[in-house]
C-alpha cells in the first residue's frame, strides 16, 4: 500500500515562496504516475500539476510559470516549488497517485483527480498579507 507523507505548507505573503515535500513509503514511485492536488474551503478538489512516470509534466494553466514538480525517485519524494503565491493559491494540498500498469500516461496527462488516488493527510498552504 502506497502511502503519502506531506510537508513543507504554511502562512506566506504574497509573493513569496514555499517548497512541498511528499515522501511516498509502501511502493516505490518510479512505477507511478504522480501529481499535487490541492483543495480551497468550500471547493472541489483539483489537479495542480501531475507528471508520468518519464518525468513529463503537465500544469493547471493558473500555476503554469509559477509552479515546478520534480520527483527524486531516491529519495521516494515528490515536491512542488510554488513561487509567486497569489490569496488564491491558499488551500490544502495533497499528493496524488496513479499505477502506471493501471493508466497510461495519455489516460491521466489531464491531473484530473478522478484518476489519481491519495493516501496522505495533506499540507495547508495559506497565502496572505
Known amino acids: 500500500q502506497l502511502q503519502f507523507v506531506e510537508s513543507g505548507g504554511g502562512l506566506v505573503q504574497p509573493g513569496g515562496s514555499l517548497r512541498l515535500s511528499c515522501v511516498a513509503s509502501?511502493?516505490?514511485?518510479?512505477?507511478?504516475?504522480i501529481g499535487w492536488f490541492r483543495q480551497a474551503p468550500g471547493k472541489e478538489r483539483e489537479g495542480v500539476s501531475c507528471?508520468?512516470?518519464?518525468?513529463?509534466?503537465t500544469y493547471a494553466d493558473s500555476v503554469t510559470g509559477r509552479f515546478t514538480i520534480s520527483r527524486e525517485n531516491v529519495q521516494n519524494t515528490v515536491y512542488l516549488q510554488m513561487n509567486s503565491l497569489k490569496p488564491e493559491d491558499t488551500a490544502v494540498y495533497y499528493c496524488g497517485a496513479v499505477n502506471i500498469t493501471a493508466a497510461s500516461w495519455p489516460m491521466v496527462a489531464s491531473c484530473a483527480p478522478y484518476n489519481y488516488a491519495f493516501w496522505g493527510q495533506g499540507t495547508q498552504v495559506s497565502v496572505s498579507s
Open positions: 509502501g511502493r516505490s514511485l518510479d512505477y507511478y504516475h
Open positions: 507528471m508520468s512516470s518519464g518525468d513529463t509534466r
